[in-house]
């Protein structure tokens, strides 16, 4: 089984890994890419982490670093005051490519809480 979601997809350039964002509403957002900019971000996105991966959108994605947020999105323009990852986000928002992937439910972690499944079945190993 598996569940279509729509995420929004930055390359700064040709070579530099991709950014990406996940939509939990598709309508909220075409609505506000179309010009309603009145909308808020937290209507139609289900967090405000950006991923990435070396290997582009369909390898293993990684939620990127603070340091990584400023290098990529920002570099070293000084004149740039808000560094955020909300402005990086809207960044992507705004330049990036919506496209939709299927991902399998039953990879997908349901419950960050429990943990991501990792057992640690080796037990204590030092005397």
């Not at 939620?63 to 990852?85: M, R, W, Y």
Request: hydrophobic residues 35%; proline residues 2%.
């Amino acid at each position: 089984m598996t569940n279509d979601t729509l995420a929004v997809i930055w390359r700064p350039h040709e070579h530099a890994d991709e950014y990406l964002v996940f939509i939990d509403d598709e309508a909220e957002y075409k609505a506000w890419k179309d010009g309603s900019k009145d909308i808020a971000l937290a209507r139609f996105l289900g967090n405000y982490n950006i991923y990435s991966s070396g290997t582009g959108h369909t390898g293993i994605l990684k939620p990127i670093s603070k340091q990584e947020l400023e290098t990529a999105f920002f570099g070293d323009d000084k004149k740039v005051k808000d560094k955020s990852n909300e402005a990086a986000i809207q960044l992507i928002l705004d330049n990036g490519k919506p496209q939709t992937a299927a991902f399998k439910l039953e990879n997908a972690v349901k419950n960050a809480t429990r943990g991501h499944g990792d057992v640690n079945t080796g037990g204590y190993q030092g005397r």
